[in-house]
């Protein structure tokens, strides 16, 4: 309940801004369903002017006028309602494009606002499907469902009116059946739900089965499991097929049904209607004009129970959507510093004290670290995976916030710093790369967008990858493909590297890649970090030893303590947990 | 329409659901038709003041809705019938050609887009065979049927029907094409806008550290915006498109009732036309925007069709020899002038390599990234053929070999350490679905996992869940290992799949190699020079091409390209750079 209340909120909030085309939208369909409602019965009045036209025609004293007006009526009402409806959908068409629009631009401008937390806790796809699927999603219903019901349900009511107005006797027989159909409709809903939810579980199960058997399809090749594989696919793609004929079986029988009961219901009009006539409580002319008019009521009258329930799932899923986006909303910002110290440039050094932290609150990844890192020098960590590396480093830059203890920036606590400012003088190179699609130059120039083209040269130089490009046809021009494939990782690593060099930041994170780079193409990212630290205050996380010998000063994280610290001579002269990492490395015995 | 006949066959398997789905449509289809007929009956009934052929009437109409929702429900029924019985099997035929693809056919496709086809694009087909025998086989009936009716009932202006649909269809016709166009552009528009998303999700970090946030806001608010554009003109035509529809019918309504009664002295009988002509008319035009519709749909599960088709129609680009024997093949391995490039290569990855290794020897295999180490070791297990040149295996040309055969004789041990759901026994004896406890055991122990798998209370009942989640990257590697040394065969592939183990445990598997497997023929590919030094024969790769082999001294002396491999690992004191 308070998800619905949740996601109608949302719809709320972004419609707001529009509520002048919305009032337009409404006083367009209550003049159109109004009209549309009114127009058969001109249609029944023209039937029965030329009936009686007949009948006077035999006494010679006919007056075939009313007819014409009758059906000159209708058409008008007609023309009224398409025109009303016309310009109602026009102006309903722009505003829910409009907001929808308001609603994604919100959405990815609050995700550039928000903790990179909610990044590493959340899948790249499920976040993703918001943009692609439940923004869709909430569009198709603003257009087809939810201004349907509205003015669905002012021709309902209207027509209920409507035809109480014309002939009551008939009007109680037409909606007579209404409860039972109700009844029916809610229970088949209750049950396609659950069949629906059904075949989705059957079908997610199925979908993992055929993504693990195929993406792990070298190991079942190379151990002759193909027929076990396709064995197996039999089981999962036969509880589909079974879930799957429920699901569409029970929603799909709620239309005929509906059709048929309108039918029905049409029969039981006309019985009545008949009856009427027969036994003389209206004449023949008037009572064939009222069925004219009920049949064409009836219809109109059932015409929102049919729609309503076929456009039930779009509203289900619309529903969903905004609730998962306003569940995105309400997530909390970074918090920026508006009033913060500005930095520029680094005079002293930057320092961890004492700091605990922990990605949640349960399970602490450092328990007080300190370590400190003065101007000009270059610190390197080092230690097993898992021993906390890569968290300072996503402390340092405030990607996350200690839990206690604290980092300062030339003796200034970083929480106090403007955050934009804080970032402007820390610059990182990730362990994983990523380039973005553009031209090479576009990357290079990535921090620094008005950076000049010799500017991104001699970045590129010193990231040693100036060479490289230069060598492809297109030279700085190439255009980065979406998923980076034509790069190796070594080389998108260098270009990152000189993104980094190009803003020219007084203190440095680097993060040296794990990944799969040959002994050869590491040595060159070697030569580039080793550019790239040169004069220049860094912090250095290490994967591989030999790569940081030359460091000021190394420090050795275990578990999340710092167990040694000091050079490369003196920590190897301490025998302890350096020596050991150090010796099993390059061990060439 | 062509991509519909892979359905045919199985539509043969559900014969008489397809026969008695049809029935069912014929029926409701007719009695949703007949319907305003019989309202004519029995306004003339009434007009004549004959009472039984009223009450008759009556009944027929109760009768007809009746039989309407019976007829509907049955239709369902045989539809879904149908639909799950032709996409589930239409699904396993799919799956069975992809098992029966060569590993090169399924990276062409790539995984995901095969699961996509698996899933998406058979709910397309289901949802599609669905309305096929729910919709649009009534479509027909309904147009034709409304049509005739609509020209039977007053035949003199049958001129008004025919331009009511000729209007509608030319005003159809003309606004498909501009949406078709815009739809176009707006899926353009699309793509950019969740390729935009991506990068920033995935470069969330590179954003914020650079500040550039503000400015990727900016970029995709300019993206969003065009878009956004796109979405209002389609809106628009949209928002013609019904209310025009109905303005034509309308105003041929008004039309016809109009010369109705102009002319009502010379055909009396016409006054009772009107209400069931109005029906018809209004059938006819909702029929046609409903097909309208259908056809749009029609046309995405035609892609699908085609999606699927496409993956039938390729044919395994390796087949293996049925006849042959499927008794193991030997341990001597032999590359004759090797050439071998990717499907989607343009440069050969493999050139004119030649070597011969025998049984029960340790081979090395080392070289830069993309020299074509794992590819070679590929070509051992047949997961691709060469271009050119021949690989044996105990003397058979492996073009001419049994799968079973081939699999029996060559493990492997991948690269990237593969679990499947299940347990880690289940794991364990995807090697050799026979093995006995003690022999996953040995094989464990010499993988050094018998240790972290012995510490689980359900030891080799332990579960693997979904992605392996709950094992570590080293965890894993030893598993994999173990896997290939359950299988016990004469050949042993490690394709670098001692990275993640640290330096202790890997020199445990290795000792355990050389020791306890001396009868099997075992390839080490690895990055580190230290892993293969004790090999009997070292294999050099660069660019493609086998430029030394030798014992890890003899390289040292004779191949620069070995050299430089081993001097980049040394530490830097040890070259003397400090």
């Not at chain 1, 959340?122 to 999603?137: A, E, P, R």
């Not at chain 2, 329409?1 to 069912?24: E, G, T």
């Not at chain 2, 990237?416 to 289940?426: D, Q, R, Y």
């Not at chain 2, 030893?478 to 202790?504: F, Q, Y």
Request: proline share 2%; charged share 20%; with cysteine.
């Amino acid at each position: 309940m308070t998800d619905t209340k949740k996601a109608i909120k949302y719809f709320a909030k972004y419609l707001k801004p529009y509520w002048k085309g919305i009032t337009v939208v409404i006083v367009l369909s209550l003049i159109s369903s109004g009209a549309a409602v009114i127009a058969p019965t001109f249609l029944g009045r023209s039937v029965t002017a030329l009936t009686t036209y007949l009948g006077d025609l035999k006494k010679g004293s006919a007056h075939i006028d009313t007819f014409y007006s009758a059906l000159g009526s209708m058409l008008a009402f007609y023309v009224l309602s398409m025109v009303a409806i016309f310009i109602a959908w026009m102006v309903m068409s722009k505003f829910n494009a409009d907001s929808t629009n308001d609603m994604r631009e919100n959405l990815f401008s609050k995700f550039q606002r928000m903790f990179v937390r909610y990044f590493d806790t959340h899948q790249d796809g499920k976040l993703l499907s918001l943009f692609t699927s439940d923004l869709d999603n909430i569009f198709n219903a603003m257009n087809n469902a939810i201004f349907e019901i509205i003015s669905q349900g002012i021709r309902f009511i209207g027509t209920i009116i409507i035809m109480f107005m014309v002939n009551a006797q008939l009007a109680l027989t037409t909606i007579a059946t209404t409860p039972f159909i109700l009844i029916v409709s809610i229970i088949l809903m209750k049950k396609a739900r659950i069949y629906l939810d059904k075949q989705q579980d059957e079908i997610g199960d199925l979908n993992g089965y055929i993504t693990e058997q195929i993406n792990g399809e070298k190991v079942i090749i190379t151990n002759g499991l193909r027929q076990e594989s396709v064995d197996g696919f039999k089981i999962y793609n036969n509880r589909v097929r079974s879930a799957m004929f429920k699901g569409q079986f029970y929603s799909g029988i709620l239309f005929p049904l509906m059709n048929g009961l309108n039918l029905l219901n049409l029969a039981i009009v006309i019985a009545m209607g008949a009856w009427m006539i027969i036994s003389g409580q209206v004449t023949t002319a008037i009572g064939l004009g009222l069925i004219v008019t009920f049949v064409e009521y009836s219809q109109t009258y059932f015409e929102p129970i049919t729609q309503v329930t076929s456009i039930y799932s779009m509203i289900q899923l619309a529903l969903t959507g905004a609730r998962r986006l306003a569940e995105v909303e309400e997530q909390p910002d970074e918090k920026a510093v508006p009033n913060g110290e500005e930095i520029s440039g680094l005079n002293k050094g930057v320092k961890l004290e004492n700091v605990h932290f922990g990605y949640n609150k349960n399970k602490e990844i450092l328990h007080g670290v300190s370590v400190a890192v003065d101007k000009g020098k270059s610190v390197a960590v080092v230690g097993p995976t898992g021993s906390g590396k890569t968290t300072i480093m996503n402390l340092i830059n405030r990607f996350y916030d200690v839990d206690s203890g604290k980092i300062t920036f030339d003796e200034t606590d970083i929480r106090d710093i403007k955050l934009g400012s804080l970032r402007n003088n820390v610059g990182i190179v990730l362990q994983d790369s990523v380039l973005f699609s553009g031209t090479i130059a576009d990357n290079i120039r990535y921090g620094k967008p008005d950076a000049t083209m010799d500017e991104v040269i001699s970045a590129a130089k010193q990231a040693n990858i100036h060479d490289f490009i230069e060598s492809l046809p297109e030279g700085y021009e190439t255009q980065v493909s979406d998923s980076g494939s034509v790069f190796s990782t070594g080389q998108k690593q260098l270009i990152s590297i000189a993104r980094t060099i190009l803003t020219n930041p007084p203190f440095l994170i680097l993060d040296e890649a794990t990944s799969n780079v040959d002994t050869v193409t590491e040595e060159k990212i070697q030569k580039a970090m080793d550019a790239v630290i040169a004069g220049r205050t860094s912090f250095v996380i290490a994967h591989r030893l030999k790569t940081i010998l030359n460091s000021d000063k190394i420090v050795v994280l275990k578990d999340g303590n710092v167990i040694e610290e000091g050079n490369h001579h003196e920590l190897l002269k301490q025998k302890g947990f350096y020596y050991k990492l150090y010796t099993d490395q390059t061990a060439f015995e | 329409m062509k991509s519909f006949k892979i359905l045919m066959p199985h539509f043969k398997r559900y014969k008489k659901d397809v026969i008695l789905a049809l029935v069912a449509i014929f029926v409701s289809a007719f009695s949703s038709l007949y319907q305003p007929k019989l309202l004519e009956n029995i306004q003339k009934a009434i007009m004549a003041d004959n009472r039984d052929s009223v009450i008759r009437d009556g009944i027929w109409l109760i009768v007809l809705g009746l039989i309407a929702i019976v007829a509907g429900i049955f239709n369902v029924y045989f539809a879904a019938r149908v639909a799950q019985g032709v996409t589930s099997d239409l699904r396993e035929e799919t799956y069975a050609k992809i098992q029966s693809f060569s590993f090169g056919n399924i990276e062409e496709f790539s995984a995901g887009s095969l699961t996509t086809r698996l899933i998406n694009d058979m709910n397309q087909i289901m949802n599609m065979i669905m309305q096929l025998f729910m919709q649009m086989l009534r479509m027909p009936i309904l147009i034709v049927g409304s049509f005739i009716f609509c020209i039977i009932i007053i035949p003199r202006y049958w001129w008004a029907t025919v331009l009511m649909v000729a209007l509608i269809m030319g005003f159809g016709v003309f606004v498909l094409k501009r949406m078709n166009a815009l739809f176009g552009k707006y899926q353009v528009k699309m793509d950019e806008i969740s390729n935009h998303a991506q990068e920033t999700l995935q470069g969330v970090r590179v954003v914020k550290s650079f500040n550039q946030g503000p400015q990727e806001v900016k970029k995709f608010n300019q993206t969003s915006d065009k878009l956004n554009d796109y979405n209002i003109v389609i809106g628009y035509w949209f928002s013609a498109v019904m209310p025009a529809f109905q303005l034509i019918a309308y105003l041929v309504i008004t039309l016809v009732v109009f010369l109705i009664g102009k002319n009502i002295a010379a055909h009396p009988s016409d006054v009772t036309v009107v209400s069931p002509f109005v029906n018809y008319i209004l059938t006819l035009l909702w029929t046609i925007m409903i097909a309208g519709m259908t056809m749009m749909q029609f046309s995405r599960a035609n892609i699908s069709l085609g999606r699927i088709k496409e993956v039938l129609d390729t044919k395994p680009a390796i087949k293996f020899n049925e006849n042959a024997s499927t008794e193991k093949l030997g341990g001597s391995v032999e590359f004759d002038d090797v050439t071998f490039t990717y499907p989607d290569g343009d440069a050969p990855t493999l050139k004119d390599i030649s070597f011969k290794v025998n049984a029960g020897e340790m081979i090395g295999i080392v070289g830069a990234t993309g020299s074509g180490k794992s590819t070679l070791a590929q070509l051992i297990a047949r997961l691709y053929d060469p271009d050119k040149g021949e690989v044996k295996i105990g003397g058979h040309n492996l073009k001419n070999v049994n799968e079973t055969a081939l699999r029996k004789t060559v493990a492997f041990v991948l690269q990237k350490a593969i679990l499947f759901s299940g347990t880690v026994a289940s794991n364990l004896r995807q090697g050799n679905n026979r093995a006995k406890l003690h022999e996953l055991q040995r094989a464990a122990g010499m993988a050094q996992a018998s240790e972290f798998i012995e510490r689980y209370n359900d030891s080799y009942d332990h579960e693997v869940e979904e992605r392996s989640a709950n094992f570590s990257g080293g965890q894993k590697q030893r598993l994999s290992i173990a896997r290939g040394l359950v299988a016990k065969s004469p050949i042993l592939i490690l394709d670098d799949s001692t990275s993640a183990l640290d330096a202790e445990s890997e020199k445990k598997v290795q000792k355990a190699l050389e020791h306890e497997l001396p009868d099997t023929t075992t390839f080490i590919i690895a990055e580190k020079i230290v892993s293969v030094k004790n090999a009997d024969k070292i294999l050099v790769l660069d660019d493609g091409k086998l430029v030394a082999e030798g014992t890890h001294e003899e390289l040292l002396k004779t191949s620069p390209i070995y050299q430089e491999i081993y001097n980049t690992q040394k530490p830097r004191e040890v070259r003397g750079e400090n």
